[in-house]
Nanobody, 118 residues
Framework: QVQLVESGGGLVQAGGSLRLSCAAS????????MGWYRQAPGKQRELVAV??????NSIDSVKGRFTISRDNAKNAVHLEMNSLKSEDTAVYYC?????????????WGQGTQVTVSS
């Protein structure tokens, strides 16, 4: 199993910045990808940004404002969020796709609330 612990959410005014962090622990051989999803009230969960082996993807609405980074030595992923907008308000979930000797699976964090006030 993989455990993901998030930190860094909170309340910020529009135009402000927040940094989310997530650290993975557990029984796995390697981490194939780490990233962030978010879910706003009444909406489906959506992928925000992900970093895998040799690739980085993010949704158009956060390009130029959000930056995802990984610290492989610490099994961690960070999301630097700048120029925040009210539409960024959501619960943000960290996820990781990990591999064991026999299989791979995805784990999820508990979620951290990001609220952007206009």
């Amino acid at each position: 199993q993989v455990q993901l612990v998030e930190s860094g959410g909170g309340l910020v005014q529009a135009g402000g910045s927040l940094r989310l962090s997530c650290a993975a622990s557990g029984s796995f051989f390697s981490i194939n990808a780490m990233g962030w999803y978010r879910q706003a009230p009444g909406k489906q969960r959506e992928l925000v940004a992900v970093m895998g082996d040799g690739y980085t993807n993010s949704i158009d609405s956060v390009k130029g404002r959000f930056t995802i980074s990984r610290d492989n030595a610490k099994n961690a992923v960070h999301l630097e969020m700048n120029s925040l907008k009210s539409e960024d308000t959501a619960v943000y979930y960290c996820y990781a796709k990990v591999s064991t000797t026999w299989t791979s699976y995805v784990g999820w964090g508990q979620g951290t609330q990001v609220t952007v006030s206009s």
